[in-house]
């Protein structure tokens, strides 16, 4: 079952092609992972799929439909949900309203008028289930703002989660974490099951080692490498891309 | 034939004050992302200035549009660096902080000048028409698309042609490297600033010519700012231009043709761009 | 703006009460004052306060809450006004339980037209749009004399005839009246500001793409909340025209959308109290300036605006309302609010 199938794919920004005829699928309870120096292409590509820009070229087919042209809302609809790798959480509500907010999105109820939105008790349910799958309950009345950003993180994820999707595209999901927060984020992502297919953007090679089973490199918009982590691993045009690069991420692989 | 012509030059006469007032605030938004909605009132204030120094004072006409362009601008400015300034990327609040001033600088003006319009007023070597096609035209029609086209001119070749306008442009782009390559970004912000309230003084006393002056002109006019910019696009002196004359035609003919309802005209204009092309028929970019 | 919190369903009574005290107080106040006013004052100032308050707090809805900045909102209560006004002095058809329906109907149909325009752009440019489409409104009714009277407007419009023998409208009346459909008003807005779609336009407001990838469809929610801000905004022009007998095409204009501005701003947006009380200090100042300068009156009102913006983001509101969190606080030692 095909979780997406990218044909053809491509991005021009007036003379700068940032995406170059992509084409790929994802299997269903895939984790992969995308990764590539920076200005690859990798958050363009991302909001490709999410709708957050509209393809030059190519075709999205999202668990067989296509969705190339659908607007982002339709999207989640369908099964996708993503992270932002700026945060983008509300900053004056708490974590509970947060999660309230996000948890409503794809139901009918988000346009309910006149009953105060403490009467749908099953929103605060999912909410609460969402919010103790990442270990935010406790921190459910505190504003966002007040948050540490390890939390605002985690909370980040959360949000991509509400949804309940099928599909899950996290961008740079632990980027700014140190180490230990990384590592719970990384546990939470593995704990999902594999009834949802996960595609992550990320540099930190932590996570890319410790979660995917197939990595996919990006370089100036193209896919040059695609296979799993040993092969990558093992893949010298890999590594001389990233030999410019090693001393600047945390962890740059083993090799 | 005749009334074509004569509506066409009516409309291009017009068309370039709306230019000039317009590329003031195209200038400042389009490129510095800077809101300034006081802007038809600042072609209020320099109307009213020049009317003060050429008929109140009797002083040299083109005096006059000298000081009445450099009081809207030094107001102008004024707004900038004490408020605009602090308020760098929230629009909101510059639309809000500039609709304040629109209060203020109108009741200001009636406190100086009085709730009395003035008349439309020419510079004595301007008045009087000359033949055209067997009928006449007035002189002060023809002098300001002239002095339009000058000033078109000019600015075309200040952003093009000279280092200020390479670096406007380059700070519009990316401000962080201007500033980083050493260039006095700050400076050029002020004087792009002061340049676009100045023209909007000019725009002011020129367009006196046909429009008088009036306190209601801070709205009034600009509206129409607005409509020529989302009629020709943000941004750019092409756009501005082309705006302006299209709504300056426009609203010459329906005049001549129709005038009860000839503001509708430019109305369903605007609303059919903004149905077809939300960005304008000539954005920057373009 | 302003923090929002969900108290658990289940609190002690008192807790429930504390946070509706201030409501009965002020409710209580309003519904005594013109005891202690004379009518004139309640008549001018009072129900003029009371009818831009509604007018206000429809603005916050798309301004406040949906984060819409809209220079052309004073349409939708001229609208109201001007089909109250037309029906009853052109079309004889004078019981208001014809005539105000009608007027809010039409206040709504026009939103719902406008708002389909101008949402093809945001930002700026829909800031220009609502000004532009505001003043079309304003150059059709400044030349439509037969139906709209032109410059000079409708005169006459008598006070709403309930078609209730006894009942005569007297400035007193009038205003318990408004006061009347002041609080139904606050009440609907309240629940709808605090309903899973009013908190989809807090969400609309602090950051679009995230609600779009949640799954919102932005643009709709805007467009409702268009059309219901409309919808108020007529209700208030049906009352205006009955209050002020006249109305006239600066009522539809951008001198009046910009006051509502004022309101909404200087009391505080996206606080539904905020711009009632932005209209109560913006009418007051202006009913002083009457009195003592009477032509300085938009010269302190554009300098207070500056100030407002400049230094009290957020408006009078949140002020007041950390004052009435601090009074609790000391009262009742610390009730977590």
């Known amino acids: 079952m095909e979780a997406l199938k990218i044909e053809g794919l491509s991005k021009n920004f007036g003379g700068v092609q940032a995406v170059k005829d992509v084409s790929f699928t994802v299997q269903a309870g895939e984790r992969l992972a995308i990764i590539g120096p920076n200005g690859a292409g990798k958050t363009t590509l991302f909001n490709l799929l999410n709708g957050q820009e509209s393809a030059t070229a190519g075709r999205i087919y999202l668990f067989g439909q296509e969705i190339t042209n659908m607007p982002t809302h339709r999207r989640a609809h369908l099964g996708q949900g993503r992270s932002f790798q700026l945060i983008s959480l509300f900053p004056k509500l708490t974590v509970l309203d947060n999660a309230l907010l996000a948890v409503q999105g794809t139901k009918p109820s988000s346009f309910q008028l006149l009953r105060p939105i403490t009467a749908y008790k099953h929103l605060f349910t999912n909410a609460q289930e969402l919010l103790e799958t990442m270990a935010l309950w406790e921190k459910r009345d505190d504003v966002v703002q007040a948050l540490g950003y390890g939390e605002q993180r985690r909370l980040e994820i959360a949000l991509s989660l509400a949804s309940e999707p099928k599909l899950l595209l996290l961008d740079e999901p632990t980027s700014g974490l140190t180490a230990a927060e990384s590592a719970d984020i990384i546990t939470m992502i593995r704990n999902l099951g594999p009834n949802i297919t996960v595609v992550v953007v990320a540099h930190d090679m932590d996570l890319v080692f410790g979660l995917a089973n197939r990595i996919m490199v990006l370089h100036y918009g193209q896919i040059i490498a695609d296979g799993t982590p040993e092969e990558i691993q093992a893949d010298s045009r890999v590594k001389e891309i990233y030999l410019g690069i090693e001393e600047g991420t945390g962890n740059a692989g083993a090799s | 034939m005749e009334f074509v012509v004569i509506s066409l030059l009516n409309g291009i006469s017009f068309g370039m004050i709306l230019f000039l007032l317009t590329i003031g605030l195209s200038l400042t938004l389009g490129l510095m992302g800077i809101v300034n909605l006081a802007h038809g009132a600042l072609f209020m204030v320099g109307a009213y200035v020049g009317w003060t120094v050429a008929i109140q004072l009797g002083l040299n006409y083109w005096l006059a549009l000298l000081l009445g362009g450099i009081a809207a601008g030094l107001i102008g400015l004024a707004v900038e660096r004490g408020f605009l300034r602090h308020l760098y990327m929230l629009t909101n609040e510059q639309v809000m902080l500039t609709i304040g001033f629109i209060y203020i600088l109108t009741n200001l003006s009636l406190w100086v000048w009085g709730g009395l319009p003035r008349a439309p007023f020419v510079a004595s070597a301007l008045s009087g028409s000359f033949p055209i096609l067997g009928g006449e035209y007035p002189v002060h029609r023809m002098t300001t698309i002239g002095i339009g086209l000058i000033l078109v001119i000019a600015l075309w070749w200040l952003q093009e042609k000279t280092r200020f306008g390479a670096i406007v442009r380059a700070g519009m782009d990316d401000k962080e490297m201007t500033i980083g390559l050493g260039v006095n970004l700050e400076r050029v912000t002020y004087l792009v600033f002061f340049l676009g309230a100045f023209m909007a003084g000019i725009a002011g006393i020129i367009g006196a010519q046909m429009l008088g002056v009036n306190l209601d002109m801070g709205w009034d006019i600009l509206l129409l700012a607005l409509i020529v910019l989302v009629v020709g696009g943000m941004g750019s002196i092409q756009g501005a231009l082309l705006g302006a004359m299209v709504i300056g035609t426009i609203n010459a003919f329906g005049i001549a043709l129709f005038p009860e309802f000839a503001m509708f005209l430019m109305y369903l204009v605007m609303i059919v761009i903004l149905l077809v092309k939300p960005t304008g028929l000539m954005p920057r970019g373009v | 703006m302003g923090v929002t919190k969900l108290k658990p369903v289940g609190q002690p009574w008192h807790g429930q009460l504390i946070r509706f005290a201030p409501y009965i107080v002020i409710g209580a106040i309003l519904i005594i004052l013109p005891l202690f006013l004379s009518p004139y004052v309640q008549g001018v100032l009072l129900t003029k306060i009371l009818i831009f308050a509604i007018f206000a707090m429809s603005l916050d809805l798309i301004l406040g809450y949906t984060g819409l900045f809209s220079l052309g909102h004073a ?154 801000a409309g919808l108020f905004a007529g209700i208030g022009g049906v009352l205006f025209a009955h209050w002020n007998m006249l109305i006239s095409p600066r009522h539809l204009g951008v001198v009046t959308s910009s006051l509502g501005l004022f309101y909404v701003i200087i009391g505080g947006a996206g606080t539904l109290f905020g711009p009632v009380i932005g209209s109560a200090v913006v009418i007051g100042i202006e009913y002083g300036a009457s009195l003592y300068t009477p032509e300085r009156g938009p010269l302190i009102l554009g300098t207070l605006f500056v100030i407002v913006v400049m230094f009290l983001r957020g408006g009078i509101s949140p002020h007041l309302a950390n004052l009435w969190r601090k009074v609790v606080k000391y009262s009742y030692g610390s009730v977590k609010d």
């Not at chain 3, 079309?136 to 709403?160: D, E, H, S, Y």
């Not at chain 3, 009942?167 to 009346?173: A, K, V, Y």
């Not at chain 3, 807090?202 to 995230?210: A, H, L, T």
């Open chain 3, 75 to 228: 349409a939708f209560f001229g609208v109201g006004g001007y089909t109250t006004g037309i029906l009853i002095t052109r079309f004889g058809v004078d019981t208001f339980w014809l005539t105000a329906p009608l007027s809010i109907l039409m206040a709504t149909l026009f939103a719902a037209v406008f708002g389909f325009i101008a949402l093809r752009v945001s930002g700026l440019y829909f800031l220009m749009v609502t000004f532009a489409l505001g003043q079309l409104l304003f150059a059709v009714a400044w030349q439509w004399f037969r139906m709209t009277g032109g410059a000079f407007g409708l005169k006459g419009i008598p006070p709403p005839n309930l078609g209730i023998p006894w009942l005569t409208f007297n400035d007193t009346s009038l205003y318990y009246f408004v006061l009347l459909i002041f609080i139904i008003c606050y009440f609907l807005l309240y629940r709808i500001v605090n309903s899973p779609f009013g908190y989809a336009l807090r969400g609309i407001r602090e950051d679009e793409p995230r609600m779009r990838a949640l799954g919102y469809n932005i643009w709709l929610y805007k467009y409702i909340a268009f059309i219901i």
